[in-house]
């Protein structure tokens, strides 16, 4: 699956727009680390406990709208925006989305022009 940040994907014509999808994950730390990146917090530097929480947030939420897009069919995923938000004290949401498309390789004159992406984003 190709995922994009941009409204088009580089060397690809999209075919067919299919649908708006997402993912989300909410995600809070254990209580001692918790109090760990808190005295982190006192003495500066970067809270390894939170970055991790995090990225593993990031990957969840991430696998969940690219499970979404392989149920519509789709090719790629374009206009991926990430978005957080706090939910309570010691919890966040991790949202991501975008659109899921259906994509055709743009002609090229020493390949084949009707390849389509499979499920791992390959010609």
Known sequence: MQLSNLETLPNYIITERLDVVYGSTVRSKHVGKDLLAGLKNIVGGELTAYTELLEEARQEAMARM?????????????GVR?????????????FVYGTAVKV???????????????NNGNV
Do not use: Y
Request: hydrophobic content about 40%; proline content about 2%; overall charge negative.
């Open 66 to 78: 690219i499970a979404k897009a392989q149920a519509l069919g789709a090719d790629a995923i374009v």
């Open 82 to 94: 990430f978005s957080t938000s706090n939910i309570t004290a010691g919890a966040s949401e991790i």
């Open 104 to 118: 055709q390789k743009k002609f090229n004159p020493f390949g084949n022009s009707s390849d389509h992406l499979d």
